[in-house]
């Protein structure tokens, strides 16, 4: 069965390098997007990307994070210049269809650890 | 504001026995609304998704329950096994062109032996 792969599965780095996390979604997806979970929290909405461009972000995708699908396959989330509250689990999705209640499908996520 | 509150935070029950965990919404307008499972340290797994028309919805041992008048939702566990020990999320989407997912706060379950 098809599934959506995330890699490094644990990145550990010094506050204020940089960091991208992979993501390879599902090969006949149209939509990607990344969340991310502060332990003990909830999951949250970061950013949609659709037919190349971003489609939404939330309050929390501020300017030091960023995306892109530099090839087919993949679809990476940078963070430029990383903070101590950006450790967090961070899980990418992705879903087939471009309208409708389709199920988005998740990573195993990359946990973050912000030194 | 588009909340999911769920609740037990949570629970802990005997293998084999039932239970039901609680979703309240506040998010509109309403697409869609799903329960998923997640393992420790894992990426959530779909269990049901149910639009606003439907009441109902199984897979398996899991049943959904949606009342979009009262804008509440359930999920029922039954004959528990210990491989249910999860977190249970309630998610929600907004009817917009992202479909973005609108997370609940979760229900860790523990089914002990």
């Known amino acids: 069965e098809p599934e959506v792969t995330q890699t490094p599965s644990h990145q550990v780095t010094q506050m204020g390098q940089e960091v991208i996390l992979r993501c390879v979604p599902i090969s006949n997806h149209l939509y990607f997007y990344w969340y991310r979970q502060i332990l003990g929290q909830k999951v949250e909405f970061l950013v949609s990307?659709?037919?190349?461009?971003?489609?939404?972000k939330s309050e929390i995708f501020d300017d030091q994070f960023s995306v892109e699908r530099p090839d087919g396959s993949n679809f990476t989330l940078k963070i430029r210049s990383t903070k101590l509250e950006d450790s967090a689990m961070y899980f990418c999705?992705?879903?087939?269809?471009?309208?409708?209640?389709?199920?988005?499908?998740f990573g195993p996520g990359t946990r973050l650890t912000v030194l | 504001k588009n909340q999911v509150e769920q609740s037990p935070q949570s629970l802990i029950i005997l293998e084999g026995k039932n239970c039901t965990l609680q979703?309240?919404?506040?998010?509109?307008?309403?697409?869609?609304l799903r329960w998923y499972k997640q393992d420790t340290g894992r990426g959530p797994v779909s269990l049901t998704i149910?639009?606003?028309?439907?009441n109902t919805k199984s897979n398996g041992r899991y049943t959904a329950t949606l009342d979009a008048d009262t804008k509440q939702s359930s999920l029922h566990i039954t004959a528990s096994q210990l491989s249910d020990s999860a977190s249970y999320i309630c998610v929600v989407s907004p009817l917009s062109g992202t479909y973005k997912y609108i997370f609940g706060t979760g229900t860790r379950l523990k089914v002990l032996a």
């Open positions: 999705a992705s879903r087939a269809l471009a309208g409708g209640p389709d199920t988005q499908y």
């Open positions: 990307f659709y037919n190349n461009e971003i489609s939404e």
């Open positions: 149910m639009t606003f028309s439907e």
């Open positions: 979703c309240n919404y506040t998010v509109s307008p309403f697409s869609n």
